[in-house]
Nanobody, 124 residues
Framework: QVQLVESGGGLVQAGGSLRLSCAAFGRAISTSAMGWFRQAPGKERDFVASINWNGDRTYYADSVKGRFTISRDNARSTVALQLNSLKPEDTGAYYC?????????????????WGQGTQVTVSS
């Protein structure tokens, strides 16, 4: 089992930045692909970014390319998501997820473990 705990969310003005962190406890995530998803009220959970087990490949949703950056530190069992140039449409609950597999994917159903989420609110 892996427990994931997100932090770093908050209220920010449009154009601002936030850094989300995800800490893993229990089973090591050093061989797990990791992902970030977000969910706005009344909407489905959408893919934001993912990263392979060793960080050599990253993937992003088109809506966040060039603004968000995913990274990981396997020695510390953490994954981060840097959010820059935030827009009101980035508002939502952001979830960290882990796969048992080493390769990153974009579908929520392909992830095995989930955190409780951290809220990001971007005001206009």
């Amino acid at each position: 089992q892996v427990q994931l705990v997100e932090s770093g969310g908050g209220l920010v003005q449009a154009g601002g930045s936030l850094r989300l962190s995800c800490a893993a406890f229990g089973r090591a995530i050093s061989t797990s692909a990791m992902g970030w998803f977000r969910q706005a009220p009344g909407k489905e959970r959408d893919f934001v970014a993912s990263i392979n087990w060793n960080g050599d490949r990253t993937y992003y949703a088109d809506s966040v390319k060039g603004r968000f950056t995913i990274s990981r530190d396997n020695a510390r069992s953490t994954v981060a998501l840097q959010l820059n140039s935030l827009k009101p449409e980035d508002t939502g609950a952001y979830y960290c997820a882990a796969r048992k597999s080493t390769y990153a994917r974009s579908g929520p159903g392909e992830y095995d473990y989930w955190g409780q989420g951290t809220q990001v609110t971007v005001s206009s």
